[in-house]
T-cell receptor, first 112, second 114 residues
Framework: GENVEQHPSTLSVQEGDSAVIKCTYS??????FPWYKQELGKRPQLIID?????GEKKDQRIAVTLNKTAKHFSLHITETQPEDSAVYFC???????????FGTGTRLQVFP | EAQVTQNPRYLITVTGKKLTVTCSQN?????MSWYRQDPGLGLRQIYY???????DKGDVPEGYKVSRKEKRNFPLILESPSPNQTSLYFC?????????????FGAGTRLSVL
């Protein structure tokens, strides 16, 4: 079946540094790629998403890049802050459907 | 306030005792889905529904049932829970007709099966 691989599983950075999380997907027909942030004990919440007709999208300190040829997409967080500490999940749609396949998550720790 | 509401938030039960986790959304969303979250495995889809009376299996449907009799509700039923169903469960919903792809999640239900 289709799958999404996410790396790294854990990431520790110093406050102010950048963090990059990478995902690879298998379904060449995937056209929607969201990123969710899950704080400890909370629900996943969408932080940014991108569609397959766009190569890059930015929202303040976070950005997502998409390489359709290589079938991978990445989350970039600049000027990290302690409140960025959370688990981040990438996901990819199954083709043009509503169904999402999620990566296994990255635990990001930002040290002051 | 637009929201997805799950109940209960926490549940401890014993093997074989039927239980239902309710999920309700007030956004008139057509698509609803159940996920389970386990350490190191991310979010895996159990069942989903594209509209009233339309449900289908996700990636890990064994041991679960769902129903979609009304648009706003999508209960998850465990007819005979087993310890391997101990997990954190999330309900989610999204609109299909507005062009938005965003899935909104409930607060989660932490289930322990002894």
């Amino acid at each position: 079946g289709e799958n999404v691989e996410q790396h790294p599983s854990t990431l520790s950075v110093q406050e102010g540094d950048s963090a990059v999380i990478k995902c690879t997907y298998s379904d060449s027909a995937s056209n929607y790629f969201p990123w969710y942030k899950q704080e400890l004990g909370k629900r996943p919440q969408l932080i940014i998403d991108i569609r397959s007709n766009v190569g890059e999208k930015k929202d303040q300190r976070i950005a997502v890049t998409l390489n359709k040829t290589a079938k991978h997409f990445s989350l970039h967080i600049t000027e990290t802050q302690p409140e960025d500490s959370a688990v981040y999940f990438c996901a990819a749609s199954i083709g043009n459907t509503d169904k999402l396949i999620f990566g296994t998550g990255t635990r990001l720790q930002v040290f002051p | 306030e637009a929201q997805v509401t799950q109940n209960p938030r926490y549940l401890i039960t014993v093997t074989g005792k039927k239980l239902t986790v309710t999920c309700s959304q007030n956004m008139n969303h057509e698509y609803m889905s159940w996920y389970r979250q386990d350490p190191g495995l991310g979010l895996r889809q159990i069942y989903y529904s594209m509209n009233v009376e339309v449900t289908d299996k996700g990636d890990v449907p064994e041991g679960y049932k769902v129903s979609r009799k009304e648009k706003r509700n999508f209960p998850l039923i465990l007819e005979s829970p087993s310890p391997n169903q101990t997990s954190l469960y999330f309900c989610a919903s999204k609109a299909r007709s507005s062009g938005s792809d965003i899935q909104y999640f409930g607060a989660g239900t932490r289930l322990s099966v002894l």
